[in-house]
């Protein structure tokens, strides 16, 4: 079993950054792929970034350029650094452990709001 506890969301201005983190519990985080996901208001949840435990990403077309996923497997820790902040990036923010395309452990999710 995997336990994910998300933290960093918050109120930010467009242009802003914040950082994301994710902490994991259990023996087995260096063992399993780990991504962000989010879901705005009246949309379904999308995926944001993944990283293998290999440690190859993989970028929403939406964030390419403006967000970078880490994995600290020393600290059982993801990251999600999100710099270029617009409003359309407003979603609760969710950390998710597993298979890639598969992910079977969800945290509860962090709010980031992007003022205009």
């Known amino acids: 079993q995997v336990q994910l506890v998300e933290s960093g969301g918050g109120l930010v201005q467009a242009g802003g950054s914040l950082r994301l983190s994710c902490a994991a519990s259990?023996?087995?985080?260096?063992?399993?792929?780990m991504g962000w996901y989010r879901q705005a208001p009246g949309k379904q949840r999308e995926l944001v970034a993944t990283?293998?435990?290999?440690?190859?990403?993989n970028y929403a077309d939406s964030v390419k350029g403006r967000f970078t996923i880490s994995r600290d497997n020393s600290k059982n820790t993801l990251y999600l650094q999100s710099n270029s902040l617009k409003p359309e990036d407003t979603a609760v923010y969710y950390c998710a452990a597993g298979q890639i395309g598969n992910m079977g452990f969800w945290g509860q999710g962090t709010q980031v709001t992007v003022s205009s």
């Open positions: 990283v293998a435990n290999g440690g190859t990403t």
């Open positions: 259990g023996s087995i985080f260096s063992r399993l792929a």
